[in-house]
């Protein structure tokens, strides 16, 4: 548990430094978004609606702090933005609903517990907000209600598997490194480990 809500500078950084890495791979899962649609059509788009979901699950449970997952998911819009994205406009409208998505999981559980399942709950409400932003954006509405109810579950599918599961698999691999020991989380795991062996 955190001793303070406030962020501090290395914090700040190290949520920038991840941001920017997960913005630049965001274009990239662009272009391969794309060709998966291509090959299975619009319900296929919901398969790869987790990675975008990663950079403020990640951030969120490295720092444990409120507003981190928000701020997190804005910095990789906007790093996808100036590393290539033609769709600023909507890169930042999804960004801002994505990351408050799972803000809003992390604030109800009012930033105590970044339990696996936690996370796979922040995963769905990302991807379900970045469904709901582009049901309005991009006229979902013209499909047929099966193909709508088929896009949102493999959307939350998504949400559960790469944002929750994929987010927690990647951050505890880096705390085992050793890398994340001066954070929440490895803090919190140093403690554990310390109670298990007592």
Known sequence: MTTTRTLNLREIVVMSFISV????????????NQVITGVLGPVGSGILAGTWIMAPIVCALIIQKPGVALFAELIAAGTE?????????SVLVLGFTQ????????????????????LMLAGMAGTFTSFLTMYAMYGYSAYSSIVIWAMLGVMLLSGIVIAGWGSHYLTHSLVRTGVLHN???????????TEDSA
């Open 21 to 32: 890495v997960f913005g630049v791979l965001y274009l990239l899962f662009v272009f391969l």
């Open 81 to 89: 933005i100036m590393v290539g994205s033609v769709n600023a406009g």
């Open 99 to 118: 990351g408050l998505g799972a803000e809003l999981v992390f604030a109800i559980f009012r930033y105590r517990r970044y339990t696996l399942p936690v």
């Open 183 to 193: 954070f929440a989380l490895g803090k919190a795991q140093y403690q554990k480990r």
